[in-house]
C-alpha cells in the first residue's frame, strides 16, 4: 500500500504554489476569550477516522492511507485568520457536537464578529457536522465548505438538513462520495454555490493529506469570501 502518493511535475508546481499560501499562522482548539470585531475565524472539522487521540491515523481496508491532520491543519492556517481545530473524542456524537460549536460562533457574531468573517469547512464525517452547524446558523448564513461531504446531506434520513450563506463544495471524481447539487437544490437560500471536482485517482483519501489539488481552491475561496488581501 502506497501511503504517499507520488507527485507529477504539476502537482510539485502545486506544492510550491501552495507554499505562497502557508504563512506564520495560529491553529487553535478552543476560541480565546476575548477577541475583536476585525478578527476572522476558520473552524476545520476532520473525518471520522481521526476521532480518539491519534492524529495520524491509518486506513488499511479501503487504502487510503495516512490521514495527517497535523499536516492538514497546517496547510489551512493562515496568518490572516485564525483556525479553530479540534481534535474530536472517539465517537462524538455530531448532533450535539454541531449544536455546542454552533452556540459557540452565534455568541461570537452577537458579541460584534460579522458573520462573513467565519467560514466553516468539514470533511466527510466533519462535513456533516458543517452542514448540520450551517442549518443551526441559518439566520447567519456564514461560509461553509465541504469537502466529499454529501453523503448523507442528502439523504432522505436528514431531508431537513440545509446550508446557508456561500456554499464550496469539492469532491473527488473516483470517491462514492460525490456532487453536492442535490444539497444545493433543496437548500433554497444559500447566496452563491460553488463546486469544485478534483481528479487524483485516491478516492476519499484524497483528503487525508494536504494535497494542493484540494487545498489551492479552498484558501482562495474562502479568502475572497472573507475579503482577505
Known amino acids: 500500500m502506497q501511503l504517499f502518493p507520488r507527485l507529477n511535475a504539476f502537482s510539485f508546481f502545486l506544492c510550491a504554489l501552495l507554499s505562497s499560501f502557508v504563512n506564520a499562522a495560529e491553529v487553535i482548539e478552543k476560541l480565546p476569550e476575548q477577541f475583536e470585531p476585525s478578527d476572522k475565524f476558520v473552524f476545520y472539522s476532520h473525518g471520522y477516522i481521526v ?37 474530536r473524542k472517539k465517537n ?49 448564513g456564514v461560509n461553509t465548505v465541504l469537502l466529499a461531504g454529501c453523503g448523507r446531506l442528502i439523504s432522505s434520513k436528514h431531508d431537513d438538513i440545509k446550508v446557508y450563506g456561500h456554499v464550496l463544495s469539492v469532491y473527488e471524481k473516483t470517491d462514492k462520495s460525490n456532487t453536492c447539487k442535490k444539497l444545493k437544490d433543496k437548500s433554497g437560500q444559500v447566496q452563491s454555490f460553488k463546486e469544485v471536482a478534483i481528479n487524483t485517482g485516491l478516492s476519499h483519501g484524497a483528503f487525508y493529506r494536504p494535497l494542493p489539488q484540494w487545498v489551492l481552491p479552498v484558501k482562495t475561496w474562502m479568502k475572497e469570501k472573507m475579503d482577505i488581501r
Open 51 to 87: 476521532e480518539g487521540d491519534n492524529p495520524t491515523p491509518v486506513e488499511v481496508k479501503n487504502g487510503w492511507g495516512l490521514y495527517d491532520f497535523p499536516k492538514v491543519k497546517q496547510a489551512l492556517a493562515d496568518d490572516r485568520y485564525t483556525l479553530v481545530a479540534v481534535h
Open 92 to 140: 462524538t456524537d455530531p448532533f450535539e457536537y454541531a449544536k455546542a460549536q454552533s452556540a459557540t460562533i452565534r455568541n461570537m457574531i452577537k458579541n460584534g464578529v460579522p458573520a462573513n468573517n467565519i467560514t466553516l469547512i468539514g470533511f466527510s464525517r466533519g462535513a456533516f457536522i458543517t452542514g448540520l452547524m450551517s442549518n443551526h446558523l441559518a439566520d447567519f
